[in-house]
Every structure is written in structure tokens, then in C-alpha cells.
């Protein structure tokens, strides 16, 4: 006869638990709350005098964003899991049975963070939060970019579209009506569908994303130019482009008379860059590797440099490599500009997220109190996260330190 657990749900988290749920470490060492207040102040609506269903824990809403980002899922596919997945339910603190937000809940809620332009300030509170910690985040600069794909639709310029409307797409007939117009000052033409299908297509056609090619590779989509500081790899700063943004022109934003150094790879090489950058900070220490130009091939003595700075600026390399293997890939399944920085930078604020939890795992202080007792010394240890300080305590004691474990 099968048996019957009375306290199944308890018994399975218990098993999660002992296999280390990543979800439980990400719960002990984030502090939610302090999403609260901006959330509040920017997505919940001012007047309630017409009613409706009651709006879900912002803070809920925003774990969702949050495993969404970390786990690239769509709208549907988290809330199957929300309700499936016993680990989700415990990271949201929610419980068998209970009312959980429906898919077209999370997109409005998305959608609001969109509009508010909240990413990028929830992205600069968690930074700060990470200053308080005793990170400073000062120790260096690594710049690199990273190709983020979206899904492929050819894109045609506004110049082909009102000369020939029917290249938006081969082989299908379609029905639009070009109306010219201004937008902050410029001049554009508008593309207006005639019938649903055609409005349908143009709804899946991104005219923002571009493509590019790199190493003889074709990508279509967007750019996360990422700004990571040197010793603890969390991310400093980002800005998202289209694809055929050349990674030099965001470089210089990235740099303030603060940084002390900056390492970068060839791609932003240039003597106008570092002039620019002396500009800002002469005393900025420049470690961007050489660029061979044709019938100029690199000297021993620059590629001896070159390995040199890469063994640094590889580091700035792991960032993506976390995004790429751990968070679902660099490929987002939304279209236009607006949406995909909102994503990107969802995605930048869950690595850093991340990177905590696992810098504090690495990054143990290992705590001891050395106490005589009698002719027998006994020595004390004490596990302490987010600490760097080394200082001497306990002087009615035997004199001890505290030291690092770890990285």
C-alpha cells in the first residue's frame, strides 16, 4: 500500500534544502524589502475609487520578474512554474493553493517597470546597497559588450519602406498606409496597418534591432555594453544599443575623473580614445590591448602587453559566460528598444544579484577567539558574510585576527 506523508510538502522542501536550493541562498543574503518603497511610489495606481481585483504584493511581483530574468522564462512557462515548482513557491513565500499572479498579471506588472524606467533605478538602489555591504567598486574598470539576440525579422529602413512598402515582408501581400509625421523634432514615416493581418506583422517585426557581423557570424539584435569592476566582477554600469553599435562609442560614458584604471580589449583602441580618455582622468592607468593594422603587425614587446592586460580583462569574459550558461543564454523573446533595455537590464541587476550570493559563499571571514581556560587553549570559529575589515579584538583574551577563507 502506498504510504501517505502528512507533511509532504515540508518533507520535499527539507530534501530541496539538504541538495542546496540556490533559491534559499539568493532568499538569506537579498534584503526585498528594500525594492518596496520604489516599486510602490512608481507601479501602484493612485486612485481605487473605480475598484477592480486587488493588485498582488509588489514584492511578489517583483521575485517573479526576478526568476523570470534569471531563468529567461516567458510569461506562461513562470506561471506554470510559480504553481508547479515547490522551490519557487518557497523563494516567493507562498504556499500550496494560494492565489498566484496569472501571465497577463506579470506582463502588466513588466510592463509598468517599462514605463516607470524603473530597471535602471532599481539597478543603482541594489549598487548602493552593494556600497553599504563595503563593496566600493573602485578597484578597476573592465568594458566589454555582448551581443543580445532577439527574434529574426528583416528589417527594412523607413527610406525602402515609402519606396516600396511591400519589402516588409517577401511573398505576403500586405496593406499599409504611410503617413509622415514628427517625433521630438524629426521628421518620420509612420507605418499604418489597413487590416489585422498586416497589423499582427508588423506588431512581430522589430524595427529597432540591427544586424551585424562578427567573425564571419551574423547576429541580429541588441547590445549590452557592460562596465564591471575588476576584483569582485559585479556590474557597475550598462548600456543597451542595437547590434551595429560599435563598442568604442559607449566606452567613454563608463569613465569618470574616479577610475583609476580601465581595461578594455582592441575593439576600443584608438589614439582619439586615449586622448579622451587623459582628458577625463590624466592619471587613469590604460590597459587596452594593441591593434594590428595591415602591413603593421603587433611588436614582441605589444603582445607580451597584450597577454599581459588579457589575463585581467578576461574576467570582464565571465560575466557573460554566468549570463550565457546559467540565466537561460543572451537571447530575449521581446520586441522593440524599450522592452529589451527594460530586460537587459532586469537580467544585469539578477547577475549582480547573483554575484553576491556567490561572492558571500566564496568570500567566507572565518571568525576565532582564541580563550585560555584553565592550561587548555580553546579556540573559537564563526562563519561572518559580507566583511572584508581585518582587525585585532578580544584584548582581556589571547590577542587573535580575522582573516579571509576562500578566493
Same mark, same amino acid.
Request: with cysteine; charged share 25%.
Given at each position: 500500500?502506498?504510504? @501517505?506523508h ?34 510602490e ?18 514584492i ?15 510569461y ?38 517599462? +514605463? ?7 539597478? @543603482? ?11 566600493? $567598486? ?7 559588450? *555582448? ?11 523607413e ?8 519589402? $516588409?515582408?517577401e ?41 551585424t ?15 564591471v569592476?575588476?576584483d ?7 548600456e ?20 583609476? *584604471? +580601465?581595461?578594455?580589449? *582592441?575593439?576600443?583602441?584608438s ?16 590597459? @587596452? ?14 603582445k ?16 557573460f ?42 568570500q567566507?571571514? @572565518?571568525?576565532g ?5 584553565g592550561?587548555?587553549f580553546?579556540?573559537? $570559529?564563526?562563519k ?21 577563507a576562500?578566493?
Amino acid at each position: 500500500m502506498h504510504q @501517505i506523508h502528512l507533511d509532504g510538502f515540508g518533507t520535499q522542501l527539507n530534501k530541496l534544502e539538504k541538495m542546496s536550493d540556490p533559491l534559499v541562498k539568493i532568499n538569506e543574503v537579498i534584503e526585498w524589502e528594500m525594492f518596496r518603497k520604489p516599486l510602490e511610489t512608481a507601479l501602484r495606481k493612485k486612485d481605487y475609487k473605480k475598484g477592480g481585483r486587488p493588485s498582488h504584493d509588489v514584492i511578489l511581483m517583483f521575485k517573479i520578474v526576478m526568476l523570470i530574468a534569471w531563468y529567461n522564462l516567458s510569461y506562461k512557462n513562470a506561471r506554470f512554474q510559480i504553481n508547479d515548482r515547490l522551490s519557487f513557491m518557497r523563494f516567493l513565500n507562498v504556499e500550496l493553493g494560494d492565489d498566484l499572479p496569472s501571465d497577463s498579471a506579470i506582463w502588466d506588472f513588466k510592463e509598468a517597470i517599462k +514605463v516607470a524606467g524603473l530597471h535602471n533605478d532599481l539597478f @543603482i538602489l541594489f549598487n548602493e546597497k552593494l556600497v553599504s555591504y563595503g563593496y566600493e $567598486l573602485k578597484s578597476g574598470s573592465m568594458v566589454d559588450a *555582448s551581443f543580445v539576440e532577439v527574434p529574426k525579422r528583416r528589417v527594412i529602413s523607413e527610406k525602402a519602406i515609402k519606396e516600396n512598402p511591400d519589402l $516588409l515582408l517577401e511573398n505576403e501581400a500586405i496593406q499599409v498606409t504611410l503617413e509622415e509625421g514628427e517625433n521630438d523634432g524629426k521628421p518620420v514615416t509612420w507605418v499604418i496597418p489597413n487590416d489585422t493581418k498586416t497589423a499582427h506583422i508588423l506588431a512581430q517585426t522589430d524595427f529597432d534591432a540591427r544586424w551585424t557581423k562578427k567573425n564571419n557570424i551574423s547576429y541580429f539584435g541588441y547590445k549590452n555594453h557592460a562596465h564591471v569592476d575588476k576584483d569582485t566582477k559585479f556590474l557597475i554600469d550598462f548600456e543597451t544599443t542595437s547590434a551595429e553599435v560599435h563598442d568604442s562609442r559607449v566606452f567613454l560614458q563608463f569613465i569618470n575623473s574616479k577610475t583609476v *584604471s +580601465v581595461y578594455a580589449d *582592441s575593439a576600443y583602441m584608438s589614439e582619439a580614445t586615449i586622448a579622451a580618455l587623459k582628458a577625463i582622468n590624466p592619471d587613469i592607468k590604460i590597459n @587596452i590591448c594593441h591593434k594590428a593594422y595591415k602591413n603593421k603587425p603587433l611588436t614582441d614587446e605589444q603582445k607580451a602587453e597584450n597577454t599581459l592586460i588579457a589575463k585581467v580583462r578576461a574576467r570582464v569574459e565571465h560575466v557573460f559566460g554566468y549570463m550565457t550558461r546559467s540565466m537561460g543564454g543572451m537571447v530575449l523573446n521581446c520586441i522593440g528598444i524599450e522592452r529589451i533595455q527594460r530586460d537587459i537590464g532586469l537580467r544585469n541587476l539578477g547577475y549582480n544579484m547573483q554575484r553576491l550570493v556567490n561572492w558571500c559563499a566564496d568570500q567566507r571571514v @572565518i571568525m576565532g577567539v582564541v580563550c585560555l581556560k584553565g592550561d587548555v587553549f580553546h579556540i573559537y $570559529l564563526l562563519k561572518v558574510l559580507k566583511t572584508y575589515v581585518f582587525y585585532d579584538f578580544c584584548e582581556d583574551l589571547f590577542p587573535c585576527r580575522i582573516g579571509r577563507a576562500g578566493k
